[in-house]
């Protein structure tokens, strides 16, 4: 009988979601809504809805809408993630909202910054206008109200670089962008991290940002350095000692963001093996408890 009553309310609450979705009532869908649990003619509408919010965004606008539907994130998410029925429509949707010039371009930020970490999953046919987008709307001129609108949704300018460095071949303009990032302010410096982790060639540059004085860019590099140590075995001996090191001196922050690293890796050697066993040993029951993760 509980089973049933839990079935029966398990489907309703379902049907509900569906509903609210085809009406075009997505600021109200619940806190655990997942978009790879859609339905193609969900996908579809959720495409549709979020059209029509982009394409109020195109004509300026002196006010500012705080909360609500966030079209461009929503869209990148059902183009990686939703159903396959829907995924080209989502593509074609996102790439040419995130092109669109005259819309704010702070309201892109998360977005870009979630094509940027999932760069893999874009579309051959996409990537060429999203690496031009990118290209120029990093160093596009900024709205009057441009810190006003950053303040909200963040500063684009650096999600742009990042998205643009991923989807870019190698060229002195690449080397320069990242330059740059790595010179900037905290937000930029973290960006470059980002733009690092994974990358051949980084080593010392990652090991050298562990010592920042900026904790929250100390800490993106830790995290980092942990990820690109778990892949690659040579590295892993190399960073092992300074890893450690770390885990002994400072908190729990720096010991999750190490175990983040790792647990991120989709393979790992067993040169990690010393930083895994320290964190499952750590004087912190929150993070012995979390390393099990790790096993």
């Not at 995130?98 to 970490?117: C, N, P, Y």
């Not at 120029?136 to 643009?164: E, H, M, N, Q, V």
């Not at 690293?261 to 993070?287: C, F, K, M, T, Y």
Request: proline share 4%.
């Amino acid at each position: 009988m509980l089973l049933n009553t839990v079935a029966r309310t398990v489907e309703a609450a379902r049907n509900d979601v569906h509903d609210r979705i085809m009406r075009g009532e997505l600021t109200t869908l619940p806190s655990g809504f997942t978009v790879d649990s859609l339905s193609p003619a969900e996908g579809g509408a959720i495409v549709a809805e979020c059209a029509r919010v982009m394409d109020g965004y195109t004509t300026r606008s002196s006010g500012i809408a705080i909360g609500g539907l966030d079209p461009y994130y929503f869209t990148a998410q059902l183009a990686v993630y939703g159903p396959t029925a829907t995924r080209a429509a989502a593509w074609e949707l996102i790439t040419r909202g995130i092109a669109e010039r005259h819309a704010l371009h702070e309201r892109k930020t998360a977005a870009v910054e979630f094509l940027a970490e999932h760069h893999s999953a874009i579309p051959r046919l996409c990537r060429e206008p999203l690496r031009l987008a990118a290209h120029d709307l990093t160093t596009a001129s900024r709205s009057d109200a441009s810190s006003l609108f950053a303040g909200f949704f963040g500063d684009p300018g650096p999600a742009f670089a990042w998205l643009y460095l991923e989807l870019a071949d190698p060229s002195p303009e690449w080397d320069s962008r990242l330059t740059d990032l790595l010179s900037g302010n905290e937000q930029e410096r973290r960006t470059a991290i980002r733009v690092m982790t994974g990358r051949a060639g980084y080593d010392n540059a990652l090991l050298a940002l562990t010592r920042e004085s900026n904790t929250e860019v100390r800490a993106e590099a830790v995290q980092a350095l942990a990820f690109a140590a778990a892949h690659d075995g040579a590295l892993a001996m190399r960073v092992c000692a300074p890893l450690l090191m770390l885990l002994e001196a400072e908190g729990e922050e720096t010991a999750i963001r190490v175990g983040s690293g790792i647990l991120r890796a989709e393979s790992r050697n067993e040169g990690i093996e010393p930083v895994i066993a320290a964190l499952r040993h750590h004087d912190s029951l929150h993070i012995r408890s979390i390393s099990v993760d790790l096993a």
